[in-house]
């Protein structure tokens, strides 16, 4: 009988330990999701900015008194559209910013959807 109790304990003991382990394993590789996938928007928002921006810029580049070249880099900048940067997987993750950055990072990502959000305000 005693056997069979400690038999009981033991198994529920690992039990539980197994699903710790589960649950941090899982909790590891969400965070290695919501990180890499916020990474993947970034960088692909920033390819997106680099482009428009050498498009407005493919003209010669501009001194302090060359008014003509920032007249036409301005036109540029007026006439390109811009690009369609998103923020969708960093919205659609914001549960699980916490577990996934520290507040350091998630200000940082946050600043630059915000400054992204109002330079696209600016320009309507």
């Known amino acids: 009988m005693t056997e069979t109790i400690i038999g009981v304990v033991i198994g529920y003991l690992l039990g539980l330990l197994e699903k710790l382990v589960s649950d941090r394993h899982k909790?590891?590789?969400?965070s290695r999701?919501?990180?890499?996938?916020l990474s993947i928007e970034i960088d692909t928002d920033l390819l997106l900015l680099r482009d428009f921006w050498q498009a407005v810029v493919k003209e010669e580049p501009i001194d302090d008194n060359d008014s003509q070249a920032a007249y036409l880099?301005?036109?540029?900048f007026i006439s390109i559209p811009f690009p369609g940067v998103t923020d969708i997987a960093f919205r659609?993750?914001?549960?699980?910013?916490?577990?996934?950055?520290?507040?350091?990072e998630i200000k940082a990502v946050y600043g630059f959807h915000n400054t992204i959000d109002?330079?696209?305000?600016?320009?309507r």
């Open 73 to 76: 880099h301005s036109q540029s």
């Open 118 to 123: 109002q330079f696209r305000v600016s320009l």
């Open 33 to 37: 999701n919501v990180r890499t996938l």
């Open 27 to 30: 909790s590891q590789r969400t």
């Open 92 to 104: 659609s993750q914001l549960t699980e910013l916490p577990s996934a950055f520290t507040a350091q």
